[in-house]
């Protein structure tokens, strides 16, 4: 579905964030949750303001990632950015996928290839030792090069199949510790939002908003 333009100078700098992001899946859980501690803001994403190239995610860690989409929206569109950089991370697999997990099997983005990709490099790894967990770093950039981040983690474990329909990426194989029995993919989207990492992200960023004044 094709997104709406949005006339940029229709927007107010002082009310509007862009969301440095092409998933929509992102675009919704950023704004359902961050739009409770910021009333009144609105959140476009970056491609309904026009067509720009995604910068290079040269980094190694979350939060360098997050910096760099956050920072290059800002320089785009001269309002204020947030990113997301966010990946599961397997104990069993020292890390992987990691920063890497949206292309993990080689295409950006192929979730069914990226699941499969893992369900066969977990093959035969017991119940106990497939802990995971999805991180997530909320970069925050202010076009007067004020930064702010928030990071969170959503514990659980690796299952032997995909379940559940809702959700992207690997919440049919993620099992929360919060959710036992259900894969993240089997949670409504409010289930989703009350423990993701991106909430718990986005929860440490508000409360940085909070504490500075917002």
């Given amino acids: 579905m094709a997104l709406e333009h949005i006339d940029s100078t229709t927007l107010d700098p002082a009310n509007t964030i862009v969301v440095a992001t092409g998933n929509m899946h992102k675009l919704t859980e950023i704004e359902a949750i961050l739009s409770k501690v910021l009333p009144g803001t609105r959140f476009v994403a970056l491609g309904q303001l026009g067509s720009f190239d995604d910068p290079e995610e040269t980094g190694t860690m979350f939060l360098e990632n997050a910096l760099i989409k956050a920072e290059a929206a800002v320089a785009q569109t001269g309002f204020t950015a947030i990113a997301d950089d966010s990946g599961l991370v397997v104990d069993a697999l020292d890390g992987e996928p990691g920063v890497y997990s949206a292309r993990y099997a080689g295409e950006h983005g192929n979730d069914a290839a990226n699941n499969e990709k893992l369900l066969v490099k977990m093959d035969g790894v017991a119940d106990a030792d497939r802990t995971a967990r999805?991180?997530?770093?909320?970069?925050?950039?202010?076009?007067?090069?004020?930064?702010?981040?928030?990071?969170?983690?959503?514990?659980?474990?690796?299952?032997?199949?995909?379940?559940?329909?809702?959700?992207?990426?690997?919440?049919?194989?993620?099992?929360?510790?919060?959710?036992?029995?259900?894969?993240?993919?089997?949670?409504?989207?409010?289930?989703?939002?009350?423990?993701?990492?991106?909430?718990?992200?986005?929860?440490?960023l508000a409360a940085q908003l909070v504490e500075r004044g917002a």
Wanted: proline share 7%; hydrophobic share 35%; net charge negative.
């Fill in 134 to 204: 999805f991180m997530s770093v909320v970069a925050l950039v202010e076009p007067s090069g004020a930064v702010l981040s928030g990071t969170g983690a959503c514990e659980g474990a690796i299952g032997h199949e995909g379940r559940g329909d809702h959700g992207f990426g690997y919440d049919p194989l993620f099992l929360p510790a919060d959710t036992p029995g259900k894969t993240m993919a089997e949670l409504t989207p409010d289930e989703k939002n009350a423990i993701s990492h991106r909430f718990y992200a986005l929860q440490d």
